[in-house]
């Protein structure tokens, strides 16, 4: 399996995976205004046998400090459970550190994202309308510079609440 930057080529692979993986539109539209509003900072996909398989977006985030949003991240159904995801995510933490981001915020299962480091503690400090068990943080380059403060993902994810 190849991690690599997503192109514009890929568009249409990227749509269809995450409507499969997701069962609907609207995570391909988070990702279709995140990218037309300019708020993408890293989009990666997975590649296996020469086709997109999955694919992981984080995006800017406004925050005390440095810090993205990982969202969302969707791997093909035929393809789950196969550690692409998880590959996914450690592709995007690196990518988000080498963007010089100090956090990565990210919405989800606590028990996935918690194997990666990301944690609902940390992030309590954080005022956010997603505010709650399922925002957790993950600290990059060591511990967050700013215990607490608001965040505010990027407009597009408004349309998703």
Same mark, same amino acid.
């Not at 499969?20 to 609207?26: P, R």
């Not at 086709?51 to 984080?58: A, F, K, P, Q």
């Given at each position: 399996?190849?991690?690599?930057?997503?192109?514009?080529? &890929?568009?249409?692979? @990227? %749509?269809?995976?995450?409507?499969?993986?997701?069962?609907?539109?609207? !995570?391909?539209?988070?990702?279709?205004?995140?990218?037309?509003? $300019? &708020?993408?900072?890293?989009?990666?996909?997975?590649?296996?046998?020469? !086709?997109?398989?999955? %694919? @992981?977006?984080? =995006?800017?985030?406004?925050?005390?400090?440095? =810090?993205?949003?990982?969202?969302?991240?969707?791997?093909?159904?035929? %393809?789950?459970?196969?550690?692409?995801?998880?590959?996914? *995510?450690?592709?995007?933490?690196?990518?988000?550190?080498?963007?010089?981001? /100090?956090?990565?915020?990210?919405? #989800? &299962?606590?028990?996935?994202? $918690? /194997?990666?480091?990301? #944690?609902?503690?940390?992030? /309590? $400090?954080? =005022?956010?309308?997603?505010?709650?068990? +399922?925002?957790?943080?993950?600290?990059?380059?060591?511990?967050?510079?700013?215990?607490?403060?608001?965040? &505010? +993902?990027?407009?597009?994810?408004?349309?998703? *609440?």
């Amino acid at each position: 399996m190849l991690i690599r930057p997503a192109f514009p080529d &890929d568009a249409a692979a @990227i %749509h269809a995976v995450v409507t499969a993986a997701f069962g609907g539109e609207d !995570e391909a539209r988070l990702i279709a205004a995140l990218d037309a509003d $300019g &708020d993408t900072v890293v989009s990666l996909v997975a590649v296996e046998a020469d !086709e997109i398989v999955g %694919h @992981i977006l984080l =995006s800017g985030l406004a925050a005390p400090f440095p =810090s993205l949003a990982l969202a969302p991240l969707a791997v093909r159904p035929d %393809h789950q459970r196969r550690a692409v995801g998880s590959a996914l *995510v450690r592709a995007a933490i690196q990518a988000g550190q080498v963007a010089g981001a /100090r956090a990565i915020f990210v919405l #989800g &299962d606590p028990d996935y994202y $918690g /194997r990666f480091g990301f #944690g609902a503690a940390q992030a /309590r $400090g954080f =005022s956010s309308p997603y505010a709650g068990p +399922h925002l957790m943080v993950l600290p990059l380059g060591g511990p967050l510079p700013v215990p607490t403060g608001r965040i &505010d +993902h990027a407009p597009a994810f408004a349309a998703l *609440v």
